[in-house]
């Protein structure tokens, strides 16, 4: 099949990634939902042909990781895409995120999608909110990630055609590759996942009933402002501060040096728990079902997965109005990123509510459960078949 032939049922894609991620990451969870959704005949249109990633297995060295990502599995790809093309089994690659546009290759007998979760990395900016310096990606790379960067632009301006999934990140794309075509589909979500049976399965044993508790969910990197919570937090009275424990899913340490969040909410005289990072749904759910809200205060997301899987779950979000998650949230419900009085108002309302429950357990709130099914898995099912059909006949 040429490049400008309509597109045909069941044609057949390669799936592109690096090196193998964990379902339980932002993007390791799109991409394994993605294959998922191939693999499953969940596409009209478009089946899956291949998928191309590789596993360095346990600490691997700088070098090996190096020669895997420039040299070697760039090849394979070339390999790969030229032999299914041979076999009558390839109408079109999809490239994960941006960070593997590298994987494009300068000339392809079929077209090459990415798909752009972020451009935290290719154009980092330097955020000031509430008189703190924040960083939206890597602002003094290596002269290797320098390279690195060098080669995914190279790799974006030669694909055929973006995908992205938020408002913020089209916008972007539309400014920094104004000339190619470009589809905004937001990610899908399957709410049954989430969603809290009748008789809800007992608690974690570290959500004692005797406190109110709030869940955090992500990364210590400082575009998530987890030490602007902790300062908001800290200025609680201390009677209510040590009424309330918060519970930290995801990595403590600060990827750029500085504190770790647990030693920061320590100093502070907040009650902070690290729970650990890679943690599974169920029992990412337990925490969601179990305590009282989200506390989402990001300064900059991609998508931002978090605030959608707990109201999916049924949990009330208290989030920042920052790009992307400021499109997800129910109009009216988000707080103003730099104002610390809300947030405090917020914490304490939630508290209140709590407090007044007497030690019964909350109940799912419907209107969130009902609010997220904008992001139905049929939904993003037709909008990506209709998208790579649409660049196979352009």
Not at 48 to 74: C, I
Not at 217 to 227: E, I, Q
Not at 343 to 361: C, D, M, Q, S, Y
């Amino acid at each position: 099949m040429g490049r400008g032939e309509p597109a045909e049922k069941q044609q057949q894609l390669l799936l592109v990634r690096g090196g193998v991620l964990s379902p339980h990451s932002g993007l390791g969870g799109a991409f394994h939902d993605l294959r998922a959704s191939l693999e499953s005949g969940s596409m009209l249109s478009w089946s899956l042909a291949e998928v191309s990633e590789y596993d360095l297995g346990t600490q691997p060295s700088g070098f090996q990781r190096l020669l895997k990502r420039w040299f070697t599995h760039p090849r394979t790809v070339r390999q790969r895409i030229k032999s299914l093309h041979r076999d009558g089994r390839l109408h079109l690659v999809h490239v994960s995120d941006q960070e593997q546009a590298h994987l494009v290759p300068r000339r392809c007998p079929v077209p090459v999608v990415v798909y752009v979760h972020d451009f935290f990395h290719m154009f980092p900016q330097l955020l000031e909110l509430s008189g703190q310096k924040i960083e939206v990606g890597e602002q003094n790379p290596s002269t290797i990630r320098k390279r690195d960067l060098k080669r995914l632009m190279k790799g974006l301006h030669r694909a055929d055609g973006l995908i992205c999934s938020t408002k913020a990140i089209e916008a972007m794309c539309r400014e920094h590759f104004p000339s190619k075509p470009l589809f905004r589909i937001p990610y899908g979500l399957d709410a049954t996942r989430y969603a809290p049976p009748e008789v809800l399965p007992a608690r974690p044993a570290q959500l004692g009933k005797e406190q109110c508790h709030f869940l955090v969910v992500g990364s210590h990197d400082p575009r998530k402002r987890l030490a602007y919570l902790i300062n908001v937090l800290s200025r609680l009275d201390d009677g209510l501060k040590s009424s309330i424990h918060i519970h930290h899913i995801g990595g403590d340490n600060c990827p750029y040096s500085g504190q770790s969040a647990a030693a920061y909410a320590q100093q502070n005289n907040v009650q902070w728990s690290h729970v650990g990072s890679g943690i599974d749904d169920a029992t990412l759910n337990l925490y969601r079902w179990h305590t009282e809200a989200l506390l989402f205060p990001s300064a900059a997301e991609g998508f931002g997965y978090p605030p959608v899987e707990s109201m999916a779950a049924g949990q009330p979000v208290l989030a920042s109005l920052r790009p992307a998650h400021e499109e997800l949230l129910i109009e009216g419900q988000g707080l103003p990123a730099e104002d610390e009085q809300a947030w405090l108002a917020a914490i304490e309302a939630t508290h209140k509510v709590w407090f007044e429950r007497n030690g019964h357990p909350r109940t799912a709130d419907p209107a969130l459960m009902a609010h997220i099914q904008f992001l139905s898995p049929q939904r993003f099912h037709e909008a990506m078949d209709e998208a790579w059909n649409s660049f196979c006949s352009s």
